[in-house]
Nanobody
Framework: QVQLVESGGGLVQAGGSLRLSCAAS????????MGWFRQAAGKERETVAAISWSGGSTYYVDSVKGRFTISRDNAKNTLYLQMNSLKPEDTAVYYC?????????????????WGQGTRVTVSS
């Protein structure tokens, strides 16, 4: 009932920046936690960053703290992930997702709606 569409991925040199966007449409609720997840080749999907739409609390996995910033624009129903100082290990498919009545430390199993993903490739 909720559609999420990611954009902004691509190829970037190490040390560069990308800004991912996630546009949401369809049914909405006030209690959704939104997050960015990524899955690299041969690895499990992990939570990268998340934000509470109602409370504004954020979560970041340790490996991206200080480099990535998650934000939202509720008026535009859009979620963002600003990624700076990118490293080759950030290479993955990045997914936008939402969980209803889930804490800011949202795990993949708690996700109710997934986007299709956008590829991020960081070259050395």
């Amino acid at each position: 009932q909720v559609q999420l569409v990611e954009s902004g991925g691509g190829l970037v040199q190490a040390g560069g920046s990308l800004r991912l966007s996630c546009a949401a449409s369809g049914r909405t609720f006030s209690s959704y936690t939104m997050g960015w997840f990524r899955q690299a080749a041969g690895k499990e999907r992990e939570t990268v960053a998340a934000i509470s739409w109602s409370g504004g609390s954020t979560y970041y996995v340790d490996s991206v703290k200080g480099r990535f910033t998650i934000s939202r624009d509720n008026a535009k129903n859009t979620l963002y992930l600003q990624m700076n100082s990118l490293k080759p290990e950030d290479t993955a498919v990045y997914y936008c997702a939402g969980g209803y009545r889930v804490g800011v430390t949202i795990a993949p199993r708690e996700v109710d709606y997934w986007g299709q993903g956008t590829r991020v490739t960081v070259s050395s």
